[in-house]
Every structure is written in structure tokens, then in C-alpha cells.
């Protein structure tokens, strides 16, 4: 019977696993794709989308998606007559207490590095940005190195040289490519009339004449036709990888040293509401709130940003997912999946080059992908499994009145032990009261005198 369960539980591991990469494959694949598409397609209405609000959007769906599935794992536990505004509560308390403060750190990193991340797909092709975001195993190996002590062995650290070779090889510029970039913007001449602008109209019909000065013709123009700075995008990627690599070394470090287990979805509810408030008030508010009082919220929205935007909150969740059930070679299988498919994608969908060093490149970095793998299986469970006190056997200290074995209450013959004067409130005999006796001990059952009371009255000498 137990070799039965422990097959059917190494069976659903193997099924999760194995439906983790595959989720995990396509929401990389898809997320940069539809990212990169929605930079550089022709803008809805004739403005682009604030990315600082697409970053919130994601947060609120990311809370709407984790709050929906914790709320069902309340809803399991409780009777079925507890009313909807008691699981709330509950759910409210399980978040906002103990160490969730600690996860508003995390929570910051990941919504800088999601703003990141669409500045650097605005900037690099899909398969070049897909290629050099890998530079988030370097950095998760050094920061795992300085929190968990964990030892990077030599052969690792041969695997991440080659890692930041094949990043080098990918980010070397194509030079047809971007010498066409810097011809145009190098002899990029602005309208000084009407006819001439009629003219830099013809085969563009999604300009929009902003005003008469050369900043509006200038961003009407970089609007419909952006250019691809390599620099920003590369600089973007790093600091994405930083960001991130950062935060999920950090989500482990508070999982580990939690003192009770704390269900994964509670987690995520917890991610997604210290997030929202860096992405409303630092990123909308601050940052661009004079561009929402202008044109609104959803100026630039159309199925393929909101398409982006659910995708990547699935993607965070999946995340914390494979952080906390430690599915780490799943995710790199998925990641050196995703690599593949992007850039076949990319030379399909936009027209990208291969070039030997893109290939030579990418080719490192998929062989550092497969074969970097984490120092322990299973940490989580492992620092779990050590923190956990050995179990307490009741029944040791539970004797039948028949055997012969000494109570452990009782002292055994080599101790010594000291026994105080008699007294009527220290003697078995004294007081008979409701609290049961000790066990082991044949309750004596205290005699009263035949006025009542419990001592003789003895009369006084006159």
C-alpha cells in the first residue's frame, strides 16, 4: 500500500514537472514575442502605450489571478456554512501577518525588472533579448553565493565564462543593420513646409501632425518607424537580470527561513500587493502621470498589449512556482526551449538575421542553459526537513497499571531523590479534589471526620 502512494506521488511529480516546462516554454516564447511586436507595430490611435502602465496592469492581474486560486484553498478547509466575508478575512490575515513585510523587497526588484524588460525588448530584437536575459544565471549564482553560502563549483564557473562569452558573441552589431540605423538618423531631414511634409507623409498613414514644431514631426516619425538603440536595450537587459536575479534569490531566502509553511498562493497575493503600489505611484503617477492626464490610461491598448500583459503575470507566477516547489531544471529546459523557438520565430515574424556570431553565441549559451543546474534538488524542503524537532511518541509516557514499568515521573533506582516532610496538603491522602492524579498513581481518596470536616476538632484545655 505505501509503495502504491509513494508511485502514484513520484508519478505526479514527474506530470508536474513535465507541465511546468512546457507552460513555462511557451509563456517565454510568447512574452517576448507579443513584448517586441507591441514596440514596434504600428500604434493604436496614433500613440504608443506607456509601458509604466502596462507594468501595473500586469501587478492587478497577477493579484486578481492568485487571490481568485488562494481564496479556493481557503474556501477547501473551511465548513461549508462559513460565509464568503469570514474566508476573506481569514485570507487577509494569513496575508498581512508574520514575515510578509519581507517580501515588499522582492516585490520592488520585480517591478523594476518588468519595466526593464520593455525597455529592453524596445530596443533588441526578440531572439537577441531572449539570448542575453540568461545573464540572470550568472548573476543568481553570485547572489546565492553571498545569502545562501552556497559553493559554485569549477566546473559551474567554467559554464558561466561561457555564458557571458556567447552574450558577448549575440550583442556583436551587425554592421549592415546598424549603419542603415545611423544613416537615418544621422540625415533624417524634418518637413519645413506643407508639400514637404505631404511628401514624408506618402506610404506612412500612421503619422499623426502633432503640431507645427519639429519635436511633434520628430515623434510622429520614431512613433510609426522606432529605431533599435542596442545600447539602452543591452544596459535594460542587464539591469532586468540584476533586478530579478536579485529578488528571486531573496523570495527563497524568506520561504526558507519562514517558521510555518505558508501556502505558494498566499505568496504570490502577497508579491502582487507590496508591487502594486511602486507600479501605480513611482511609475504612473510619478513618471508619467502627466501623459495619462492627457490621453487617458488605455491611450495606445489593443489585443496584442493586453495580450502581453496577462501573459506576463502568468509568467511571475510561474516563477514563484518553480522557486517554491524547486523545479529549477525544469525551468532551464523551458528557457533553452524558449531560446530556440524565439529565434525561429524572429527570423519568420521580423525579418531577423542570423549571423555565425548570433548562432555561435547563442549555441554557448543554450549548452550553459541545460547544464548549469542548482547545488541542492531541493533546498526548500531540505531546510524544512532540518528545522523540523523530531516527533514526540505519547504513548512512552503512558503506563498501564498492571506492567511493572516505572513511570518516568518516578525516579529510577540510581537517582536520588528527597522527600518532604508529610504535611496534610503534600500527602496522597490529603485533599480530594477534581484534577485527576497522576499517571500510574492509585488515586486515595481522602476520609472525612464524622462532623464533616476534613480534621478533628480536639477540645480545649480549660
Known amino acids: 500500500m505505501g509503495e502504491a502512494a509513494a508511485r502514484r506521488s513520484a508519478g505526479l511529480g514527474t506530470t508536474m514537472k513535465n507541465a511546468s516546462w512546457v507552460l513555462l516554454t511557451a509563456q517565454y516564447t510568447a512574452f517576448v514575442l507579443l ?12 500613440r504608443r502605450y506607456l509601458t509604466s502602465t502596462a507594468v501595473f496592469f500586469n501587478e492587478v492581474a497577477k493579484l486578481a489571478i492568485s487571490l481568485t486560486i488562494a481564496l479556493y484553498e481557503v474556501s477547501k478547509t473551511a465548513p461549508p456554512s462559513v460565509p464568503a466575508t469570514s474566508l476573506f478575512f481569514s485570507l487577509t490575515s494569513a496575508v498581512f501577518s508574520g514575515d510578509s513585510w519581507k517580501l515588499a523587497i522582492p516585490a520592488c526588484l520585480y517591478t523594476i525588472a518588468n519595466s526593464l524588460q520593455y525597455i529592453a525588448l524596445s530596443n533588441l530584437q526578440a531572439a537577441t533579448f531572449q539570448v542575453s536575459y540568461q545573464l540572470k544565471l550568472l548573476v543568481t549564482a553570485i547572489f546565492s553565493l553571498f545569502v545562501f553560502r552556497r559553493s559554485i563549483s569549477l566546473r559551474k ?13 549575440v550583442q556583436i552589431p551587425n554592421g549592415s543593420v546598424d549603419e542603415a540605423h545611423f544613416d537615418e538618423a544621422a540625415h533624417l531631414s524634418f518637413p519645413r513646409s506643407l508639400e514637404e511634409w505631404k511628401a514624408a507623409k506618402l ?16 515623434e510622429d516619425i520614431l512613433t510609426a518607424n522606432p529605431r533599435l538603440n542596442g545600447t539602452i536595450g543591452l544596459l535594460a537587459t542587464v539591469g532586468a537580470c540584476v533586478a530579478s536575479g536579485l529578488a528571486g534569490v531573496y523570495f527563497e531566502k524568506v520561504i526558507q527561513d519562514s517558521a510555518k509553511a505558508t501556502s505558494l498562493w498566499v505568496r504570490n497575493v502577497q508579491l ?114 532540518t528545522l523540523r524537532p ?9 503506563k498501564d497499571n498492571k506492567s511493572g514499568e516505572a513511570s518516568p515521573a518516578s525516579p529510577s533506582p540510581n537517582e536520588i531523590s528527597i522527600k518532604l516532610p508529610g504535611t496534610p496538603f503534600l500527602s496522597d491522602a490529603g485533599l480530594s479534589t477534581s484534577r485527576p492524579t497522576s499517571p500510574g498513581h492509585v488515586r486515595v481518596s481522602a476520609g472525612r471526620t464524622p462532623s464533616g470536616g476534613y480534621f478533628e476538632k480536639h477540645p480545649r484545655d480549660h
Open 157 to 169: 564557473w567554467g559554464l558561466l565564462v561561457l555564458l557571458v562569452i556567447g552574450v558577448a558573441l
Open 35 to 46: 513584448s517586441h511586436y507591441s514596440r514596434v507595430m504600428a500604434p493604436a490611435g496614433g
Open 203 to 218: 506610404g506612412r498613414e500612421n503619422l499623426h501632425k502633432r503640431s507645427a514644431t519639429y519635436e511633434g514631426i520628430e
Open 390 to 398: 523530531p516527533p514526540i511518541r505519547v504513548d512512552r509516557y503512558e
Open 272 to 385: 502582487a500587493v507590496y508591487s502594486i503600489f511602486p507600479a501605480l505611484f513611482i511609475g504612473v503617477v510619478f513618471l508619467d502621470g502627466e501623459k495619462v492626464a492627457a490621453n487617458g490610461f488605455f491611450d495606445g491598448y489593443n489585443w496584442v498589449v493586453w495580450s502581453t500583459v496577462i501573459i506576463q503575470a502568468l509568467g511571475g507566477i510561474a516563477t514563484s512556482f518553480c522557486i517554491g516547489y524547486a523545479y529549477r531544471d525544469a525551468k532551464n529546459i523551458a528557457t533553452a526551449a524558449s531560446i530556440v523557438l524565439t529565434t525561429l520565430a524572429s527570423t519568420w515574424l521580423f525579418e531577423f538575421e542570423l549571423t555565425a556570431n548570433f548562432l555561435l553565441g547563442s549555441f554557448a549559451v543554450l549548452v550553459t542553459t541545460c547544464l548549469c543546474e542548482e547545488s541542492s534538488a531541493n533546498p526548500v524542503k531540505a531546510q524544512r526537513q
